[in-house]
């Protein structure tokens, strides 16, 4: 057999036949092949029956478990499975991948290496396979032997993975290491929060990489999180070893000086994918870098802020002297943990009785290097606080910060990022006019690499050119509907644009959780809303096609909004790039990208005031077309409030 057969269940379950992921709606199917993956051997036909339906009679199971077989047969092919009348297993001679069984040799070979850095490498890479619980949300409602299988099987990984962990912040430790061991005990806490030796375990290492803070923030966390779970303390052993900590009675790690000669000027993480278009804004932004210390790219989600600011730090890093660093902030919830993130970046060790932000301005003084804070919407306020004191003490330091939101601090330069470039569909589109347009090639690019047979003609052009359009030029929406070539005609793809929300699904999974859906994207927004904010964004979804200021206090005031609160709740939106203003317009109009307002319908359905605000707007255009009729026959401007 020359295909191959990639079974991911670290996570939600996933499917790959020869690189493409294959869609298995049906649960039973899913279940079935996932425990004759893990469960190797041959298993009877009456055992896996009545492990799946157990409640049905035994000829009932072996109808539905007849069923299934088919149904995998007719998701991945034949060849896979071995079935005779009695017993049915994985074929063992077929090229089937399992991400399971290679964390666990991938675990298995670190126990018997004895190179450390061999051991680092081995259980570094079994570490990135477990992208989340085994079979992430997924289980059978019928089925109590096979929920309970998972539920041990989960088990069982999640110890391993935490004997990964350790293992690796140990190592990193005894290497001298400890910033390198940080991010995976971070992880151990995360798989348990009330493992009491974790958050110790995480204390040492920051004490031993020199976030003497941090340490000490650790403690607090770990306290917060006992009362409020256990209602219990930490234990003497947790509160003895803050109290070393907070007297300095535990010592750093010593680290050979030499090295700081030989760090790298930038951290930019290499890029798998191509950078389409932006040449405009890439000139733009790198011309206001060199006339201004802080920049910041302010824009809706997904709307290429991180790639175009990652793209334009590698090109500018030859002019500073000291480099180019990202800080890479959508991990952090605390605002507290912004300077050790940066001097943990920077190699900056913290001081005994010094605050970290002295000692860190201190060592930017007189350097020439520029700082990239990607994703500082959550922690706005902290970022600028920490921008206006670095622009303030140095000389040489430049910003280029990306956020939803504008900082707001005295010197910065807010540049607003715009959509991809698209079509018109009106116009007649073929492959030459729409390549003119930096949206298709990128829809393009990305399609061709989920499916390399794909190809732009001049009879689905004007289709590429549609989704483009429907999509607003948004490069995340583009890429995840791209992805979906695989399994749609593209056509098809634009048909189902009407529930984009459940069409576009299939980000990366190496991404950010909020880059991996559509919904996602605009959730992350939406949650960082005040309740006002979001009264208001979900209101505004009852126009299409933009409104005024008297038309939105009209329609959408009442209850818990005001009518004089519309105006500043609009320039809040407009501040957190979820609406935008018309600036050539006579009057100011305001408008939500396509994408935005049916998220925002989608809300205001959820909130049960859809028909309330409907009404609302029917009511408005009806008084605005009775004042306005008998000007039709005069010629008169039109200049009513009722202005639409």
């Known amino acids: 057999m020359s295909h191959h057969l990639a079974l991911h269940f670290l996570g939600t379950p996933q499917l790959y036949l020869d690189n493409s992921l294959i869609h298995a709606e049906r649960r039973k199917a899913i279940a ?6 893990n469960e190797r051997g041959q298993h009877s036909r009456e055992s896996l029956s009545a492990l799946l339906w ?57 126990r018997t290496q004895k190179d450390d850095l061999l051991r680092i490498s081995l259980l570094v890479d079994s570490a990135k396979l477990y992208r989340n619980q085994f079979l992430t949300g997924f289980s059978l409602k019928d089925a109590y032997s096979f929920n309970e299988w998972i539920f041990a099987k989960s088990e069982e990984l999640r110890r391993d993975l935490a004997d990964i962990l350790n293992s690796l912040s140990e190592l990193y430790c005894v290497l001298n290491q400890p910033d390198k061991a940080i991010p995976y005990t971070r992880r151990l806490i995360t798989l348990d929060p009330l493992n009491e030796s974790s958050h110790r375990c995480l204390m040492n290492i920051y004490n031993l990489a020199g976030q003497h803070s941090a340490a000490l923030m650790q403690y607090k966390t770990c306290e917060k999180v006992l009362r409020k779970e256990l209602e219990l303390d930490p234990q003497p052993e947790t509160l003895a070893l803050y109290k070393k900590i907070r007297k300095g009675e535990l010592k750093p790690a010593q680290v050979d000086r030499q090295k700081e000669t030989t760090l790298p000027k930038h951290n930019m993480p290499s890029q798998l994918s191509s950078f389409i278009g932006r040449e405009k804004e890439q000139a ?14 302010v824009g809706t989600g997904g709307i290429g802020k991180t790639r175009l600011s990652l793209q334009i730090a590698e090109i500018v890093v030859a002019a500073f002297k000291d480099g180019v660093w990202l800080i890479e902030l959508a991990p952090l919830f605390d605002p507290a943990l912004i300077m050790n993130t940066i001097a943990s970046v920077l190699g900056v060790r913290e001081e005994q009785g010094r605050p970290l932000m002295a000692t860190l301005l201190d060592w930017l003084r007189n350097k020439d290097l520029l700082l990239v804070l990607d994703n500082c919407e959550h922690l706005v306020k ?16 430049r910003i280029l910060a990306s956020s939803r939101e504008a900082l707001g601090t005295a010197g910065e330069r807010v540049y607003r990022l715009p959509s991809l470039e698209i079509p018109n569909p009106k116009e007649t589109i073929s492959i030459d ?17 989920a499916l390399k047979s794909f190809s732009v003609t001049n009879a689905n052009a004007p289709e590429v050119a549609l989704i483009c359009y429907r999509l607003d030029g948004i490069p995340l929406a583009i890429e995840l509907a791209a992805a979906r070539v695989k399994v749609l005609r593209v056509d098809q793809i634009a048909e189902r644009l009407d529930n984009r929300f459940r069409l576009l ?3 990366s999974q190496a991404a950010l959780p909020r880059h991996q ?39 959408c005031a009442g209850e818990s909004i005001e009518s004089w609160e519309v105006l500043d709740l609009l320039d809040h939106l407009i501040d957190k790039s979820l609406i935008g203003m018309d600036e050539q317009a006579v009057e100011p109009r305001y408008h939500m990208l396509e994408t935005i307002r049916q998220y925002a319908l989608e809300k205001l359905v959820d909130s049960n005031e859809d028909e309330k605000m409907h009404d609302q707007h029917l009511f408005y255009f009806i008084q605005f077309a009775e004042y306005t009729e008998p000007m039709f026959y005069t010629p008169h401007v039109i200049t009513h409030p009722y202005a639409i």
């Open 517 to 555: 859906t559509l919904r996602a994207m605009v959730d992350w927004s939406y949650d960082l809303l005040s309740e006002a904010e979001q009264v208001l964004f979900r209101r505004l979804s009852a126009f299409v096609g933009g409104w005024t200021l008297e038309a939105a206090e009209s329609v």
């Open 382 to 397: 902290a970022c600028a606080e920490f921008a206006a004191a670095v622009l303030q003490a140095t000389y040489g330091i």
């Open 32 to 37: 079935l092949l996932a425990y004759l993956a």
């Open 284 to 297: 733009e932004i790198m011309d206001l870098i060199s006339k201004n210390r802080l920049v910041t790219l």
């Open 54 to 110: 157990p409640d049905y009679e035994q000829s009932k199971a072996f109808t539905n478990l007849r069923h299934t077989l088919w149904e995998i047969q007719q998701a991945i092919g034949d060849g896979w499975l071995n079935a005779d009348r009695d017993k049915i297993g994985l074929n063992e001679q077929a090229d089937i991948w399992l991400d399971v069984t290679h964390f666990k040799s991938l675990f298995e070979q670190s």
């Open 433 to 449: 006019t729409a390549t003119q347009f930096a949206a298709v090639r990128l829809f393009i690019d990305r399609a061709t690499h």
């Open 505 to 507: 699904t299939s980000g």
